[in-house]
């Protein structure tokens, strides 16, 4: 170890310190506060509230839990959001796919219009209020299927599944499959689609967050409490402070401070608990996040 | 069941009126080519008809900014009224706060937003070991996924100023006596800094993809010339990156103005509703909850127009200065 710093400028030296303490401070700053309110959500609320817990849960208390499990409203949330993330993801990837690969076969002629046709919707938008006209003339409004029809395209995903598709499929099996007799959609369904599961992967992952975290199709464009996702119901506890049934809600709810560390503690049990199905499965979906960054970085 | 050419050489010499000429014949009329490339045309139609109803109906929809709303007519509007509309928003008392705001809280994000990844990238690459610098970047990456909602319900438990954790800790560091949520001179920063927490991470992926292809040689060559490592992030890879800053760049200013109405419309409360009242979130009040369709359509369109605008100007120096270009 010595040996190794000797070898080094002062300056190098420097740079290793300067390094090792600002990835550490990166480090703590990112995940310390996700894991505070992990370890608040269990511990003791006047011992959270007054500065008692900081690296350890301290005096164990389930209040937060009981709460929000007797509470049906999560629950209808949570139905919901996954009704609409299944039948969306889904939807999507049965839009995507296919128009990707067509989009990606060089011999499609009109594909560079088609492109042009697609990306401009990044760029510009009708915005809000002819939006919210149309979806009102198609009987969208409050109606479950606006969570999944007007979402259907991502144009950015259907870039990276076309730019896989263009440099992942070897032209020699398509020129192969059309020898034994294979047209598009057989060659799609049974070769390019089996060939395909990283970006499918990838881009089905992409989608399903993004459903999962929809908080503006509920705010906008849908009035009836019981067709709301999770978010929404997210945002009347956490953020409007609504009362719980068992009336330790809002701060003005029972009034004083005491009421306020139980409903601080319920807001640590419900960020939990809806953000706990990500940070459960982010270890093994991460990478696949990243690939879907990569890919889309080879061709804007 | 239609099949396929094989291979252009192949299709030329079976139908003779293809192109005599080498490479892909172009298909001479359209019903030839629809008759050839019918299952592609089926494969992009349900992409082609999503986009074309959900995205180009509502852009046919904008002329309602001109024509008065009438509720009979619809999407398209009713009596043709010209620049009424936007004559009364510029007229507006409100016009220069929420131009202010939307470009204060937008600008700021734009810039601390697009440095700090390239910071972060040029750091994580610095780090020695692939587990290591994995564990950073896997750190890093997770607040992305948090959702909106979420982030803004942590900011409220954590800012509270009874209880909060980083109001104690900012107290501890002798900044006492600021409701971060309430006052209005706190709401960018926090709006900023929350944003450069939750996103720096997963923005920095595509520099360190960048950095990761810089030819090993020339960090060889630095060494050999005596470069430290600090010159070489210098000399050698903030270099590297600048093809893809300009790019990233470009496509950031399209959206400059799009300040984002989710995370804002949440951290809006009454005493911070002067400094946070941005163009989108006054579109909704406006045409949503008021139902001024025409008046927040006109709104609507200013917004994009500026983005537009900016995308294109941007875009056309980057080509000037830097030879690089979305389009």
């Given at each position: 170890?010595?040996k190794?710093?000797?070898?080094?400028s002062p300056g190098?030296i420097a740079f290793?310190?300067?390094?090792a303490l600002s990835?550490?401070?990166i480090?703590?700053?990112?995940?310390y506060?996700?894991?505070f309110?992990m370890?608040?959500?269990v511990s003791?609320p006047?011992l959270?509230?007054?500065?008692?817990?900081?690296f350890w849960?301290?005096g164990?208390s389930?209040?937060g839990?009981e709460?929000?499990?007797?509470?049906?409203?999560?629950?209808t949330?949570?139905r919901?959001t996954l009704?609409?993330?299944?039948?969306?993801?889904?939807?999507n990837?049965?839009?995507?796919?296919?128009a990707a690969?067509?989009l990606?076969?060089?011999?499609?002629?009109?594909r560079?219009?088609l492109?042009?046709?697609?990306?401009?919707?990044?760029f510009f938008?009708?915005?809000?209020?002819p939006t919210?006209l149309?979806?009102r003339?198609l009987?969208l409004?409050d109606?479950?299927a606006v969570f999944?029809?007007p979402s259907a395209v991502?144009?950015?995903?259907?870039?990276?599944?076309?730019?896989f598709?263009?440099?992942s499929?070897?032209?020699?099996i398509?020129e192969?499959?059309?020898?034994?007799?294979?047209?598009?959609?057989q060659f799609?369904a049974?070769?390019?689609i089996?060939?395909?599961?990283a970006?499918?992967?990838v881009?089905g992952?992409?989608?399903?967050v993004q459903?999962?975290?929809d908080?503006?199709?509920?705010?906008?464009?849908?009035?009836t409490?019981?067709r709301?996702?999770?978010?929404i119901v997210?945002?009347?506890?956490l953020?409007?402070?609504q009362a719980?049934?068992g009336g330790?809600g809002?701060a003005?709810g029972t009034g004083g401070s005491?009421?306020?560390q139980y409903?601080?503690?319920?807001?640590?049990?419900v960020?939990?608990?809806s953000?706990?199905?990500i940070?459960?499965?982010?270890?093994?979906?991460?990478?696949?996040?990243e690939k879907g960054v990569?890919?889309?970085s080879?061709?804007? | 069941m239609?099949?396929?050419e094989?291979?252009?050489?192949?299709?030329a010499?079976r139908?003779?009126?293809?192109?005599?000429?080498?490479?892909?014949?172009?298909?001479?009329g359209l019903?030839r080519?629809?008759r050839?490339y019918?299952q592609?045309?089926v494969?992009?139609?349900?992409?082609?008809a999503f986009v074309?109803?959900?995205?180009?109906?509502?852009m046919?929809?904008?002329?309602?900014?001109?024509?008065?709303?009438?509720f009979?007519a619809g999407?398209?509007?009713?009596?043709w009224?010209?620049?009424?509309?936007?004559?009364?928003f510029?007229?507006?008392?409100q016009?220069?706060t929420?131009?202010r705001?939307t470009v204060?809280?937008s600008?700021?994000?734009l810039?601390?937003g697009?440095i700090?990844?390239i910071?972060l990238?040029?750091?994580?690459?610095?780090v020695i070991?692939?587990s290591?610098k994995?564990?950073l970047q896997?750190a890093t990456?997770?607040p992305h996924?948090i959702s909106?909602?979420v982030?803004?319900?942590?900011l409220?438990?954590?800012l509270?100023?009874?209880?909060?954790?980083?109001?104690?800790?900012l107290?501890?560091?002798?900044l006492?006596g600021?409701?971060?949520?309430?006052d209005?001179?706190?709401?960018?920063?926090?709006y900023?800094?929350s944003?450069v927490?939750?996103h720096c991470?997963?923005n920095?992926?595509i520099y360190?993809?960048a950095?990761?292809?810089v030819?090993?040689?020339?960090?060889?060559?630095?060494?050999?010339d005596?470069?430290?490592?600090l010159s070489?992030v210098?000399h050698?890879?903030?270099?590297?990156?600048?093809?893809?800053?300009?790019?990233?760049l470009?496509?950031?200013m399209?959206?400059?103005l799009?300040a984002?109405?989710?995370k804002?419309?949440l951290?809006q409360?009454?005493?911070n509703?002067?400094?946070?009242?941005?163009i989108s979130?006054?579109?909704y009040?406006i045409?949503i909850?008021?139902?001024?369709?025409?008046y927040?359509t006109?709104?609507g369109?200013?917004?994009t127009?500026?983005?537009?605008?900016f995308?294109?100007v941007?875009n056309q120096i980057?080509?000037?200065?830097a030879?690089t270009?979305?389009w």
């Amino acid at each position: 170890m010595l040996k190794r710093l000797r070898h080094r400028s002062p300056g190098d030296i420097a740079f290793a310190v300067f390094l090792a303490l600002s990835c550490g401070l990166i480090l703590f700053v990112t995940l310390y506060p996700v894991y505070f309110v992990m370890i608040a959500s269990v511990s003791d609320p006047t011992l959270v509230a007054t500065g008692r817990v900081s690296f350890w849960p301290r005096g164990w208390s389930w209040f937060g839990y009981e709460q929000i499990f007797a509470d049906s409203r999560i629950w209808t949330g949570y139905r919901n959001t996954l009704l609409y993330t299944v039948a969306g993801t889904a939807l999507n990837l049965l839009v995507t796919l296919p128009a990707a690969y067509a989009l990606s076969r060089r011999e499609f002629a009109p594909r560079k219009v088609l492109m042009l046709f697609f990306a401009f919707t990044m760029f510009f938008s009708g915005g809000l209020i002819p939006t919210y006209l149309l979806y009102r003339d198609l009987n969208l409004l409050d109606n479950w299927a606006v969570f999944v029809l007007p979402s259907a395209v991502n144009v950015f995903n259907l870039i990276i599944a076309r730019a896989f598709f263009e440099n992942s499929l070897p032209e020699e099996i398509f020129e192969a499959a059309t020898i034994d007799g294979a047209n598009y959609f057989q060659f799609f369904a049974k070769i390019a689609i089996p060939l395909s599961m990283a970006i499918i992967s990838v881009i089905g992952l992409y989608y399903l967050v993004q459903h999962w975290n929809d908080f503006f199709t509920g705010l906008v464009f849908v009035r009836t409490y019981d067709r709301q996702p999770l978010q929404i119901v997210l945002r009347d506890i956490l953020i409007s402070n609504q009362a719980f049934a068992g009336g330790a809600g809002g701060a003005g709810g029972t009034g004083g401070s005491y009421a306020q560390q139980y409903a601080d503690q319920i807001k640590y049990g419900v960020i939990v608990v809806s953000t706990l199905p990500i940070i459960v499965l982010y270890p093994f979906l991460q990478r696949y996040f990243e690939k879907g960054v990569m890919i889309g970085s080879v061709k804007g | 069941m239609t099949l396929i050419e094989p291979t252009p050489v192949k299709a030329a010499g079976r139908r003779s009126r293809a192109a005599t000429g080498a490479g892909v014949p172009p298909p001479r009329g359209l019903r030839r080519h629809f008759r050839r490339y019918w299952q592609l045309w089926v494969m992009a139609a349900p992409a082609i008809a999503f986009v074309a109803v959900f995205s180009y109906i509502p852009m046919y929809g904008i002329q309602l900014a001109f024509r008065e709303f009438d509720f009979t007519a619809g999407l398209t509007g009713g009596e043709w009224v010209g620049l009424k509309y936007f004559r009364q928003f510029f007229e507006s008392p409100q016009f220069w706060t929420l131009m202010r705001n939307t470009v204060v809280i937008s600008v700021t994000t734009l810039v601390v937003g697009f440095i700090a990844p390239i910071a972060l990238a040029l750091l994580v690459n610095q780090v020695i070991g692939r587990s290591r610098k994995k564990f950073l970047q896997t750190a890093t990456y997770l607040p992305h996924f948090i959702s909106i909602v979420v982030i803004v319900g942590m900011l409220q438990v954590f800012l509270s100023p009874t209880s909060g954790l980083i109001t104690r800790f900012l107290e501890g560091l002798g900044l006492t006596g600021v409701n971060f949520l309430g006052d209005p001179s706190a709401f960018v920063p926090v709006y900023v800094i929350s944003e450069v927490w939750q996103h720096c991470g997963w923005n920095s992926i595509i520099y360190l993809a960048a950095l990761a292809s810089v030819d090993t040689q020339l960090y060889e060559a630095a060494k050999i010339d005596g470069a430290g490592r600090l010159s070489i992030v210098r000399h050698i890879d903030l270099p590297a990156l600048i093809p893809t800053m300009i790019v990233l760049l470009i496509l950031n200013m399209g959206g400059v103005l799009n300040a984002g109405f989710e995370k804002i419309f949440l951290m809006q409360n009454p005493l911070n509703l002067s400094v946070s009242e941005v163009i989108s979130t006054y579109v909704y009040k406006i045409g949503i909850l008021s139902n001024q369709f025409s008046y927040a359509t006109a709104i609507g369109l200013f917004n994009t127009a500026i983005n537009f605008v900016f995308l294109v100007v941007t875009n056309q120096i980057a080509k000037r200065v830097a030879n690089t270009s979305l389009w």
